[in-house]
């Protein structure tokens, strides 16, 4: 017969306590540990029955082969030293379980996280209680990672990886890090006064948020913008990249909704057709790089945010009819007007620039 301190058994059931764990699985744990312990150090018979007994009480432990007992002299350290193990085991799994249960309840959030390590396929952030995977599919291609550098990241999910351990799955680029930035950064949208319908993104190009509030005398765009934009810069800023985000009225009407997504450019008509969830929109000659966006980004970002296949049809400038030639000799006795062009095209180049920014 050997003797696990009582001391111990004692801390045991204090420990058990204070960490949520079970008793009676805790010392099943510690009897089939015992028991494997034993036949490593002393030997199998495969026709005999083996049993690892722990009294509850005494912390009495005992190896029995057939009922018979036959704890060998000296024996009570190796059990000591396999129930310590044990526990510590039990505690470590406790814990686990209690992060995962914490951060269960936070999946759809956002989180400030440090890079701590990298692994063939993941990013390891240390997001404070825990660690969490940022996966290649949710990385912006943009962006170098390196250790102990900070990022905002959305709490994407709870999953298991090949060995069946939990982890906490994180994202730089899902639509829901810059909703959740909006509701941080805007009082209207976490009250419910103003109301976000949908956020497209091609992450770290450019971002599209549909807002709407259901208060006249609210405006939902000026209130996701901020006085000089100071909203809008600051969700830009934790995003901590330079992402441009367009604030989009949304409309019931769908014609009103497809010209306000394609902004910054100026639609001059639309064409729906509401079966097909198509649109045909036509632009000027000038507007029309504004409405397709860099390598097609932003009528594309339209397109998904009002669910319409949007075709940009760039319109023909109208032929200028060449003056007669009176009429150029009355024009040059008008130096003023002739003097005035270069000014006009300055301004309405510099309303040019302004759009393409």
């Not at 029995?64 to 526990?87: M, S, Y």
């Not at 814990?95 to 309840?105: F, G, Q």
């Not at 006249?216 to 985000?245: F, T, W």
Request: glycine residues 6%.
């Amino acid at each position: 017969m050997t003797v696990i301190k009582s001391e111990f058994f004692l801390a045991l059931n204090q420990v058990a306590t204070e960490r949520g764990i079970s008793i009676d699985d805790v010392i099943s744990s510690i009897q089939e540990a015992v028991l494997a312990a034993y036949k490593k150090d002393y030997g199998d018979d495969e026709e005999a029955t083996f049993e690892a007994k722990i009294d509850k009480n005494s912390g009495e432990t005992h190896v029995l082969k057939n009922e018979e007992d036959i704890t060998p002299p000296g024996f009570g350290r190796i059990a000591a030293q396999t129930a310590r193990q044990v526990i510590l085991q039990k505690i470590r799994e406790a814990e686990k379980r209690e992060i995962v249960k914490h951060y269960t309840t936070q999946v759809g959030t956002i989180v400030k996280g440090r890079v701590i390590r990298f692994d063939p396929k993941n990013v390891h952030f240390d997001i404070g209680k825990a660690e969490g995977v940022l996966p290649a599919q949710e990385r912006i291609r943009s962006e170098d990672y390196s250790v102990n550098n900070s990022y905002t990241l959305y709490i994407k999910k709870i999953d298991e990886d090949e060995y069946g351990n939990s982890r906490i799955i994180l994202s730089r680029v899902d639509p829901k890090l810059v909703e959740e930035l909006f509701k941080k950064e805007v009082p209207e949208i976490a009250s419910g006064t103003v109301k976000i319908h949908a956020v497209v993104r091609e992450p770290g190009e450019r971002a599209k948020v549909a807002v709407y509030s259901d208060a006249a005398a609210v405006d939902p765009v000026g209130a996701c913008v901020g006085q000089k934009g100071i909203r809008v810069k600051s969700v830009n800023d934790e995003l901590g990249i330079d992402e441009k985000i367009d604030i989009i009225q949304y409309n019931a009407d769908d014609e009103l909704f497809v010209r306000e997504a394609l902004s910054p450019a100026k639609v001059q008509s639309v064409e729906l057709d509401k079966t097909k969830k198509t649109a045909k929109v036509f632009v000027t000659q000038e507007q029309a790089p504004l409405a397709i966006g860099k390598g097609g980004v932003n009528v594309n970002l339209a397109g998904h945010l009002t669910r319409y296949d949007i075709d940009v049809v760039q319109l023909e400038e109208k032929a200028v009819e060449e003056p007669k030639e009176e009429t150029i000799n009355s024009e040059e006795n008008k130096p003023e007007k002739a003097a005035a062009d270069p000014k006009e095209k300055e301004v309405k180049d510099s309303l040019d620039d302004l759009n393409e920014k």
